[in-house]
């Protein structure tokens, strides 16, 4: 055997100083030992390149001794190692130090989606501390609340009233946010569960273009992926106006560890919003991730979080009542608005390395969530006597997995990365409830009551194949549903199913024409499924509707210290059966296109300062209305933000940021308008030894905006003709909030 082993030896080092290549091994790791992700290892002499995996690893091929390797990852310092023989026959270890950003070191052909980089350059400059700060840290996306704070934001992206979430696919660590066949409205997604300062990173993408992503993928996709590790404990206190209180503990667990971490968040949140009645909003979140690497380089995760929300609301209030003076913008018709949620999550991650070319990355998962909420929009129009308040309930269970197998090949001499994945979901959600209520105690008549069983299995593989500059990537996505509703208010037990199944091509490629420059064509077809009470009430139609985009653009670094992103897009989506949470009815909405253009702005003026901005341009139109009648309500025409960020200068950060979103149709015919807004926030932050002090304000110049707007159909108990016109939730007057921070 030892004559083996030494045989074995003398030849490789035989061969390699005949100036045979080698393929070479390593990890890459930060200065607390932890695995760096997508860091780019490039060898200067051979020119091949590659990237290292969740797990720190890298496999390099076309190697010899001598040759000089480029190791980067922003936000660290590069690296230029020489290759040495022990480094080409045991491996390498790479520990990269950690280093204030700078833009002028963003190379694009270095990563591995420089789109998402942008996401991950705002975070790392202009921290968050809300989900709400998280949600807008993706480039074009706009978010309004109207419902007391614990109800889930409205979106707006690429032209789209998005609702909750019904057209982006919304998930953190693989666990799905949004949620199917849902009480108040299809694909809700309720991200406040996440504590924004656990957040390592936002993953991206517009469109629906991406094989691994399958329901709600229209609009596009956002993917958070939570800290495996802190750096430091902390604990925070902010309190603001208008009774504003936020606590922070978040505590490192194991200390210095090399293959394991461990730490636990909890945040506390109340606030009666600027409202003459008060919401009483609260909220808990409790978060605890655990990770261990294998001495085989294998990572495991286990997460566990819960979050509880409590609520009042003054609702949305008629423009007509503000106008008259019989209440101001901050009033209410029916302040009995309101609810209540929670939802737990256990996830488990598991990342495998298989062998040299092959690796696996799966989650499984089991959320519980409980919804209540109570609504009043038209007032007295349907019961002029106790009026039209509603009750939305359900109380839900959700299991899971996503596995992912990648696989470096070649076919002849051209690279190929296949991967493949599987998916199960499956959605339990008892007593799912839309009734009339008096008072948020008593129920008048259950309209919709009923135990809901949807089951989501889908399937996809994809290859790119690299020939140079030139990246093509065909895919295809494989889903299938069951649906099943018990209609729990038939006399005699009725249990309605249904079967579906979609087929999704995709096709994509990327150009890197210069060092500078990269251009991609994507095209692909994606979907959102329908509630299940709407499918197996209409069979017969097409209740999985298919949505047909095509992106055509460009990532530019026209100078060191600026990049510029554009796409020109165009979305058509077929005939939709939507279900009306709030009312218990179908409504059809027809075939619509979307088309329009994105620009996006990053620029750097100095070694502390820097700039941003993302601009959407958008025509959004009904197919099969007239001219005139044709308008989308809600979908906005163009969007803006942006800011300016400090970053470490002298111990201050903080940045001034902006969003705009323009006026838009409130209905079909766009006799109604939804007005627009432009509102500032600022914070400044200055850090000394351990100690951090923070100050906020949120709208600056005090603008009077409406954060969400409907044009809806209303009667007051006074009135003998319904009205329909704007109705709207207020937006955040001026307001301040003080933060102090200690790190240990």
Not at 42 to 70: C, P, R, W
Not at 78 to 91: C, F, I, R, T, W
Not at 254 to 278: R, T, V
Not at 327 to 347: C, K, P
């Amino acid at each position: 055997m030892n004559y083996r082993k030494y045989f074995s030896t003398f030849l490789v080092l035989f061969l390699v100083n005949l100036g045979f290549s080698q393929r070479l091994k390593g990890v890459i790791i930060d200065e607390n030992n932890q695995p760096l992700e997508a860091a780019y290892v490039y060898n200067l002499n051979s020119e091949t390149h590659a990237h290292s995996s969740a797990n720190g690893m890298f496999v390099l091929d076309e190697n010899k001794i001598g040759d000089s390797l480029k190791v980067g990852l922003l936000g660290y310092k590069n690296q230029v190692l020489v290759l040495e023989e022990k480094v080409l026959n045991s491996g390498i270890t790479i520990t990269l130090q950690e280093k204030t950003f700078q833009l002028e070191e963003l190379h694009l052909n270095e990563q591995l989606n420089a789109l998402s980089t942008i996401s991950r350059l705002d975070l790392s400059i202009d921290p968050v501390n809300s989900s709400q700060e998280v949600l807008r840290k993706v480039p074009g996306l706009i978010i309004g609340q109207h419902a007391g704070g614990g109800k889930a934001e409205q979106l707006f992206l690429r032209g789209f009233d998005i609702d909750h979430g019904t057209d982006v696919a919304i998930s953190v660590d693989g666990m799905p946010v949004n949620m199917v066949s849902h009480a108040h409205g299809q694909g809700y997604s309720d991200l406040h569960f996440l504590i924004a300062e656990t957040v390592n990173k936002i993953d991206f993408g517009k469109g629906s273009y991406y094989a691994n992503k399958g329901d709600f993928n229209t609009a596009g996709y956002v993917d958070f992926s939570t800290k495996d590790y802190i750096k430091d404990s902390q604990v925070s206190l902010s309190i603001g106006q208008f009774n504003s209180l936020r606590t922070l503990g978040m505590f490192d667990l194991l200390g210095d560890s090399k293959n394991e971490n461990a730490y636990m968040a909890i945040e506390y949140l109340e606030n009666d919003g600027p409202f003459e009645s008060p919401q009483n909003f609260n909220r808990l979140n409790l978060f605890g991730k655990y990770t261990v690497i294998s001495p085989q380089n294998n990572k495991l995760s286990l997460t566990l979080s819960h979050f509880k929300s409590r609520w009042d609301a003054s609702g949305q209030i008629p423009q007509r009542e503000v106008d008259n003076g019989n209440i101001s913008r901050f009033g209410a018709i029916d302040d009995t608005e309101g609810g209540n949620t929670q939802r737990t999550n256990l996830n488990i991650e598991y990342s495998k390395y298989i062998n040299d070319d092959t690796r696996l990355k799966t989650n499984m998962l089991y959320t519980h969530s409980a919804f209540e909420l109570y609504s009043n929009f038209t007032f007295f129009l349907e019961d002029p006597v106790n009026g039209d308040q509603i009750k939305q309930t359900e109380n839900r269970d959700i299991f899971g997995f996503n596995s992912r197998l990648i696989h470096d090949t070649y076919l002849g001499e051209t690279p190929v990365v296949l991967s493949a994945g599987v998916s199960l979901r499956n959605d339990v959600a008892n007593d799912t409830e839309l009734s009339k209520t008096l008072n948020r105690s008593t129920t008048l008549e259950q309209v919709q009551l009923g135990d809901i069983n949807q089951t989501n299995a889908s399937m996809f593989v994809n290859a790119e194949f690299e020939f140079g500059k030139l990246v093509v990537a065909p895919a295809l996505r494989l889903e299938h549903f069951k649906f099943m509703y018990n209609d729990k208010l038939q006399t005699n037990y009725t249990a309605l199913d249904e079967t579906k199944t979609a087929l999704l091509p995709k096709l994509n490629f990327f150009y890197n024409a210069k060092d500078n420059l990269q251009l991609y064509l994507k095209s692909g077809i994606g979907f959102h499924s329908n509630d299940t009470r709407v499918v197996v009430t209409n069979a017969s139609e097409n209740v999985l509707p298919k949505a047909y985009g095509v992106d055509f653009g460009n990532i530019w670094k026209p100078t060191p210290k600026l990049v510029v992103n554009s796409a020109l897009w165009y979305l058509f989506l077929e005939q939709e059966f939507v279900y009306v949470g709030d009312a218990g009815i179908v409504e059809p909405s027809g075939r619509t296109r979307r088309y329009g253009a994105d620009l996006g702005v990053r620029y750097q003026l100095n070694n502390w300062l820097f700039l941003n901005t993302d601009a959407t341009l958008t025509k959004a139109r009904s197919i099969d209305e007239a001219s005139g009648e044709d308008y989308i309500p809600l979908a906005p025409d163009f969007t803006l933000t942006g800011g300016l960020a400090v970053n470490d200068l002298k111990g201050f950060s903080g940045g001034l940021n902006f969003r705009y979103i323009d006026d838009r149709p409130a209905n079909e015919d766009n006799s109604i308008i939804a007005e627009g807004y432009f509102v500032s926030d600022f914070n400044v932050n200055y850090t000394i030894n351990n100690l951090t002090f923070g100050f906020a304000i949120e709208n600056l110049f005090d603008t009077e905006w409406n954060e969400t707007q409907f044009a809806t159909t209303s009667r007051l108990q006074n009135e003998t003709a319904p009205v329909e016109e704007i109705h709207f939730t207020p937006g955040t007057p001026f307001s301040s909030k003080f933060t102090v921070s200690y790190r240990f």
